[in-house]
């Protein structure tokens, strides 16, 4: 793999794990337009690396906040607001978690076509836009409940799928359930460090049984840099835009996408 090739990577990535357009499907669709090589099980986990760095240094107040609230709750010393979102976050998880460890290997073995991605961008779109016209938006993170966590909790568990999008299946279920925008991608967020902490551990225990090439150094690190720096300010831009825009900006662009990739295909260009 090349410096740019990283670099590029690295930059999908960072803006796409977080923004509601699927990182997963634009790595995958990358090499597949671009004629590329598939970077591979080992880059994948360095890319996501970059962007789960860039998550916890964004929200690094609230993490803290979080970590220590939810001990103090469990020596029984506190009823903070933050304790309770810790326990949200936690058991919101939990979905997502099963989900992977059920349907991973036939995800990656039957899903990652570029047909299922089209079709579930495409589709995925027209749900977000139903939440957009349909949703109150009048919650706040301190008045979500339990069934609110809940259900997009299981919401994330979709996101196995390729297009999907984890932050855009969340954030849709959590406009469904009230939430105002900017806190339906606060909650998002909050739920995804997890899921992506899990399958950055896992993956890298696989890697470690494989082992690393010195060549392999130089593209990894560049693409865990890129992927961190786009990542955070991917992050930035979407907290700031939601607060005064909707998301339909993002729905245009899952259908366009999606429209090129079933014209691609038509076409016989893969």
Not at 25 to 32: M, R
Not at 112 to 135: D, H, K, N, S, Y
Not at 224 to 231: C, F, L, M, Q, Y
Request: aromatic share 12%; charged share 15%; net charge positive.
């Amino acid at each position: 793999m090349s410096v740019l090739q990283a670099i590029v990577f690295g930059a999908v990535q960072g803006v796409t794990e977080f923004l509601p357009i699927s990182s997963t499907a634009h790595l995958i669709l990358l090499p597949w337009f671009m004629g590329w090589p598939d970077p591979g099980l080992s880059f994948d986990v360095a890319l996501h690396l970059g962007t789960l760095i860039a998550l916890l240094i964004y929200f690094r107040y609230e993490w803290t906040a979080l970590i220590v609230s939810a001990f103090d709750l469990v020596r029984g010393r506190t009823s903070d607001p933050n304790a309770r979102m810790a326990l949200f976050i936690i058991v919101a998880t939990i979905p997502g978690a099963i989900a992977d460890a059920l349907f991973e290997n036939t995800v990656e073995n039957a899903l990652r076509a570029p047909q299922v991605i089209a079709l579930m961008l495409i589709a995925m779109a027209l749900v977000l836009v139903l939440a957009e016209f349909t949703a109150r938006r009048k919650k706040n993170l301190e008045d979500i409940s339990w069934s609110d966590a809940i259900t997009v909790g299981f919401a994330q568990a979709l996101a196995i799928v390729p297009g999907c999008s984890r932050s855009g299946t969340t954030i849709t279920a959590a406009l469904f359930r009230g939430m105002k925008r900017e806190a339906a991608a606060r909650f998002s967020f909050y739920l995804s460090a997890p899921i992506i902490g899990g399958a950055v551990a896992k993956k890298t225990l696989d890697i470690l049984k494989l082992g690393l090439t010195l060549d392999q150094l130089t593209p990894f690190a560049i693409g865990i840099i890129t992927a961190g720096i786009v990542g955070y300010l991917s992050i930035a831009f979407l907290m700031r835009y939601l607060q005064n825009h909707s998301t339909f900006l993002f729905v245009y662009y899952r259908i366009a996408l999606g429209a090129v990739v079933c014209l691609a295909i038509w076409s016989g260009f893969r």
